[in-house]
């Protein structure tokens, strides 16, 4: 048990450590770039990560899932290296695409990829090491290329000049340098072979609850972007967002802990609602303290963070705050969903979600701009919470009754 916790708590660390180097870095790049370049930024950047689902496949949980418990044991040895395979195949499709394109920001939008590509590889040996169970060794690997890809970065900008060019081409360098100091159970080895169809159908579904989670999360900027907003109000909206996100990271490690008591009271139904209420309302209690001073000192805040160029986004971060009010209740309320098993059911509301938040940004955005964007997210995560919700109850009432 007590090796079980130490994994916890490196498990842990590492999150949050990686959590506050991105946040620190959003800081620093909002204050060198300035609200209209950093708009840019975090618009492609957007992009780059929706064109990263491609690139992950599916085959990061899928990883980590087949080396816990194997249900393709003809491919487990392999599949590391077929996810490696595939990365390339789809990150070299992405360039090759790109190039025969009259796009202004093809140059950007190729390192973004790339820079996506070697990130993503990370990831792969990230649940490599979580499936053989070393933790530990997962931990370290994350804070080994944040660290390298953050250093890298720091030093491209500061001895050249905070471009998005060098801030994209500093993560390539940083990260590359960091798969060479994999650890040695991690081969870079690559295969191309195609796959049994009942595999590409399990890439296929968590695939789907990739794509529907990220367009929900991340559609706002590319749709602020071309609705309308100038560059500084998508930089603006930006600034909110991560700071939103910085929060939800920090409460991520939490979440998993409690992941694994809640798998433990599944079947016990009748107790197990009740524990989830009280787990929801305790998730509850961080945003009632975080909100109201949020509000307080919204000013404040972004100028500490961003710099007094992003002072303007004041109104759009109080928006958004009322979203942190719903987002931390719904991240309890999502483990419990898949402690119980409907990864089934998690995955048609996400998408439900992602096309509720693509529907009310087009309506809104045209007339209310970033402020519409925000209003979309409160609405989409308050219809969450009632899909959510209603399902757990669905599930209670049906085990009972088949008891």
Request: glycine content about 8%; hydrophobic content about 50%; some cysteine.
């Amino acid at each position: 048990m007590m090796t079980l916790a130490k994994s916890f708590g490196i498990q842990w660390l590492a999150s949050a450590y990686g959590a506050i180097v991105s946040i620190l870095l959003t800081f620093l790049f909002g204050r060198l770039l300035g609200p209209e370049v950093f708009g840019n930024y975090s618009y492609l950047l957007t992009l780059g990560s929706l064109y990263a689902i491609i690139q992950d496949g599916g085959f990061r949980t899928l990883i980590f899932r087949e080396l816990t418990s194997p249900t393709f044991q003809q491919i487990k040895v392999s599949l590391v290296s077929l996810s490696l395979g595939h990365n390339i195949l789809v990150t070299t499709t992405g360039v090759l695409i790109l190039l025969a394109l009259p796009l202004n920001d093809r140059f950007l939008l190729i390192l973004a990829i790339i820079s996506f590509g070697v990130v993503t590889t990370s990831t792969f040996f990230s649940s490599q090491l979580k499936g053989q169970g070393q933790f530990a060794e997962e931990a370290q690997w994350r804070v080994t290329t944040r660290t390298l890809g953050a250093l890298s970065v720091l030093f491209f900008i500061f001895i050249f000049a905070p471009t998005i060019e060098l801030i994209l081409g500093g993560t390539i360098v940083g990260y590359g340098i960091a798969l060479s100091l994999r650890p040695r159970t991690c081969k870079l080895k690559v295969f191309f072979q195609k796959l049994d169809p009942v595999v590409y159908k399990s890439l296929a579904s968590l695939l789907i609850i990739d794509i529907a989670t990220l367009i929900y999360f991340k559609i706002d900027i590319v749709m602020l972007r071309h609705l309308g907003s100038g560059l500084e109000e998508v930089g603006y909206y930006a600034a909110g967002s991560r700071l939103i996100e910085g929060l939800i990271f920090m409460h991520l490690p939490f979440a998993t802990v409690l992941f694994r008591e809640m798998r433990t009271r599944a079947s016990y139904p009748k107790k197990f609602t009740p524990y989830i209420l009280k787990l929801f309302l305790l998730g509850s209690s961080s945003p009632i303290i975080i909100v109201p001073i949020g509000w307080f000192f919204s000013k404040e805040i972004l100028r500490i963070c961003y710099g007094t160029d992003f002072v303007g986004a004041f109104p759009l971060l109080n928006l958004l705050l009322i979203s942190f009010f719903i987002m931390i209740p719904n991240l309890v309320l999502t483990q419990a969903t898949l402690a119980i098993d409907r990864e089934y059911f998690y995955a048609k509301i996400t998408c439900v979600a992602a096309v509720t938040n693509i529907c009310l940004n087009l309506y809104l955005i045209p007339a209310m701009g970033a402020k519409g964007a925000a209003i979309g997210t409160i609405s989409t995560e308050v219809l969450l919470l009632l899909l959510i919700g209603s399902g757990i109850l669905s599930w209670r009432r049906k085990v009972i009754l088949e008891q």
